[in-house]
């Protein structure tokens, strides 16, 4: 005969994290702790789970000096970057505003460069960019999302939308460009190198969609809108860069 639901203390107790000999990451902010985690990370020696803790624990130790950063390179682009200037013009002729009150700098917990919400504005994860150039591209991929919103009036839970500004926002901000291929993320494709860039970015964007079902779903939907995105290069007369 089946046993009845279980007493509170019949209850197992929740599985404790990985021990270090598990992951080879060893927890401590002191300096020789953090050194020898950096040197079991050069040398090889953290497993997957190891080495997202490194990632998290280094970002959490370093938040403020990342977001200080992230808003000097911020506020250096909103200057003098000429994509971000150009975004920042068409966006403003649309009656939207963007500039450092809304463009906010801070710590993520997940993989992600930042996104764009209507309510606030643009997040930019300071803990992943790695460099000036890095936040101008990720910066300029979420105004045109911003552009796209208020030129085209997208609908969020809209995955045909949501697949269109994304191939947009790829071809349009320069994220796709050769060398950012090549020396970043290793793709040596010579031929169709861009838009190939595009189309997965786009999916991989698209597949985190919460009313997305699967990364096949993602495919179709990119699929049916992309020849009619990536062609539409407003608010410049061609990509960029």
């Not at 046993?3 to 209850?11: L, R, T, Y």
């Not at 370093?62 to 682009?77: I, M, T």
């Not at 169709?192 to 179709?220: F, P, W, Y």
Request: charged share 30%.
């Amino acid at each position: 005969m089946a046993e009845e639901n279980p007493k509170p203390n019949d209850i197992s107790p929740a599985p404790s994290p990985p021990s270090p000999q598990e992951t080879g990451y060893i927890k401590g902010d002191d300096g020789y702790t953090r050194w020898r985690n950096t040197f079991a990370l050069l040398m090889g020696r953290l497993t997957p789970a190891g080495k997202e803790q490194y990632r998290l624990d280094r970002d959490r130790l370093f938040e403020k000096e990342d977001c200080r950063r992230c808003e000097k390179h911020r506020d250096y682009l909103l200057n003098y970057s000429p994509i971000i200037r150009f975004m920042s013009s068409k966006i403003s002729q649309l009656n939207g505003d963007l500039d450092a009150s809304n463009i906010r700098c801070q710590r993520c917990t997940f993989r992600h460069g930042g996104g764009f919400s209507p309510d606030i504005g643009i997040k930019i994860c300071a803990n992943e960019m790695r460099n000036r150039g890095h936040l101008e591209d990720t910066l300029a991929h979420e105004m045109i999302h911003a552009y796209d919103y208020l030129r085209f009036k997208v609908e969020w839970t809209n995955l045909r939308h949501a697949a269109c500004t994304e191939i947009r926002a790829s071809n349009l901000s320069g994220e796709c460009r050769l060398m950012r291929e090549w020396v970043t993320r290793g793709q040596w494709r010579l031929t169709q190198q861009h838009q190939e860039c595009v189309r997965r970015r786009a999916i991989i964007s698209v597949t985190n969609h919460a009313l997305c079902g699967d990364k096949k779903m993602a495919e179709k939907v990119v699929g049916e809108v992309f020849e009619s995105c990536f062609a539409d290069t407003r608010p410049f007369d061609e990509i960029y860069r």
